[in-house]
T-cell receptor, first 113, second 112 residues
Framework: NAGVTQTPKFQVLKTGQSMTLQCAQDMNHNSMYWYRQDPGMGLRLIYYSASEGTTDKGEVPNGYNVSRLNKREFSLRLESAAPSQTSVYFC????????????FGPGTRLTVL | TQLLEQSPQFLSIQEGENLTVYCNSSSVFSSLQWYRQEPGEGPVLLVTVVTGGEVKKLKRLTFQFGDARKDSSLHITAAQPGDTGLYLCAGGGKAAGNKLTFGGGTRVLVKP
């Protein structure tokens, strides 16, 4: 099992460009999450999907959109990237609902110039 | 202001020394998780504590959940270079909107 996979691993964008971060899990988990990690800030939740067909805003949703494509895949889209969105983005999934153990992908390091 | 405050933010010690990391909040959590993250990777769960006063041991790591379920600590005995990493606490339950909320992390460096 690959666990949680994310693509791409690295990306550099110019201000105003758009892109989609892809995430997939093969553990048959119901819940999936997108976080951003900035120095000293821990992990901040952007959006989550408690189950297939549902998505909800987290702590820092502005500037992002998500799509729960199916049970396996959860994508994060930046419509018009800004330098403040420079960060490391992690996708995670969990089996026992949104408060349970979360399994993380390796992250995407995004730089917006 | 974060819901969960971790201290210290950074800790550098020599191999063989002991260390303690703290995770504090004014809110009550139904569960508290500790994760370790190594450079270039995602966090990996170490332990979950759910009962006030609970103590769990994982080899040289001891985790404690406060009696009031508002705080937790991680103690490492005889630290080794392999313990180097970012330690994150995460609280779950109503205080976190039934999601997980993470602390800011403690970066630990164990020098040989």
């Amino acid at each position: 099992n690959a666990g949680v996979t994310q693509t791409p691993k690295f990306q550099v964008l110019k201000t105003g460009q758009s892109m989609t971060l892809q995430c997939a899990q093969d553990m048959n988990h119901n819940s999936m999450y997108w976080y951003r990690q900035d120095p000293g800030m821990g992990l901040r939740l952007i959006y989550y999907s408690a189950s297939e067909g549902t998505t909800d805003k987290g702590e820092v949703p502005n500037g992002y959109n998500v799509s729960r494509l199916n049970k396996r895949e959860f994508s994060l889209r930046l419509e018009s990237a800004a330098p403040s969105q420079t960060s490391v983005y992690f996708c995670a999934s969990s089996e026992l609902g949104v408060g349970g153990e979360q399994f993380f992908g390796p992250g995407t390091r995004l730089t917006v110039l | 202001t974060q819901l969960l405050e971790q201290s210290p933010q950074f800790l550098s010690i020599q191999e063989g020394e002991n260390l303690t990391v703290y995770c504090n909040s004014s809110s009550v959590f139904s569960s508290l998780q500790w994760y370790r993250q190594e450079p270039g990777e995602g966090p990996v769960l170490l332990v979950t504590v759910v009962t006030g006063g609970e103590v769990k041991k994982l080899k040289r790591l001891t985790f404690q959940f406060g009696d009031a379920r508002k705080d937790s600590s991680l103690h490492i005995t005889a630290a080794q270079p392999g313990d180097t990493g970012l330690y994150l606490c995460a609280g779950g339950g109503k205080a976190a909107g039934n999601k997980l909320t993470f602390g800011g992390g403690t970066r630990v460096l164990v020098k040989p």
